[in-house]
């Protein structure tokens, strides 16, 4: 079932929706090697009117299913949207597409979760990968063997968008 909300509802009070949403639902499959989505979506959610736009917010969560890009060894992610918010225009080229006065919301989930996909899960941030050729082991013995901090934080603005 895709999540709908009723506007009638909506113009009557605040509308707080929680539970569980099929990854199924948001197509999420074969999106990315790397990366799946083989747990629902957890959503809690406030979906209210102002004036006439939509305003929804909340919190929505995910377990994902990642490789590391570099050493090839599989772990889990959590995909966590502790303060999602999503506005609706009454008007304009963003005003949603009604249908028998409902708003289906599970588009706008799909892009929100689609865009906090890891584009390069990495079981660690400092993760070395697979065991390379006898040279370059060689090479990092002579450094301190860590990578160096800066290139840390590039691999984890990398994760984050
Ligand atoms: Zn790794």
């Not at 099929?22 to 499959?29: G, K, S």
């Not at 406030?46 to 939509?54: A, C, H, P, S």
């Not at 929804?56 to 992610?77: N, Q, T």
């Not at 065991?131 to 691999?155: I, L, M, V, Y």
């Amino acid at each position: 079932m895709p999540l709908k909300v009723k506007i009638r509802h909506i113009e009557e009070k605040d509308l707080h929706l929680q539970g569980k949403l099929a990854a199924l639902e948001l197509e999420l499959d074969d999106q990315d090697e790397l990366a799946r989505a083989p747990q629902p979506l957890h959503y809690d959610l406030t979906v209210r009117l102002v004036g006439k736009d939509i305003l929804v917010a909340g919190h929505l969560e995910m377990a994902l299913d990642c490789e590391c890009a570099r050493c090839l060894k599989p772990f889990g992610y959590r995909l966590d949207l502790p303060d999602w918010l999503l506005h609706l225009p009454a008007e304009g080229p963003d005003k949603p597409v009604l249908q028998d006065d409902a708003l289906d919301l599970t588009p706008y989930l799909r892009e929100a979760i689609l865009l906090e996909f890891p584009q390069h899960p990495l079981c660690q941030s400092d993760c070395e990968g697979l065991p390379r050729r006898a040279e370059a082991s060689s090479q990092k013995t002579e450094g301190s063997g860590r990578t160096p901090k800066a290139s840390a934080w590039a691999e984890l603005n990398k994760l984050k968008f």
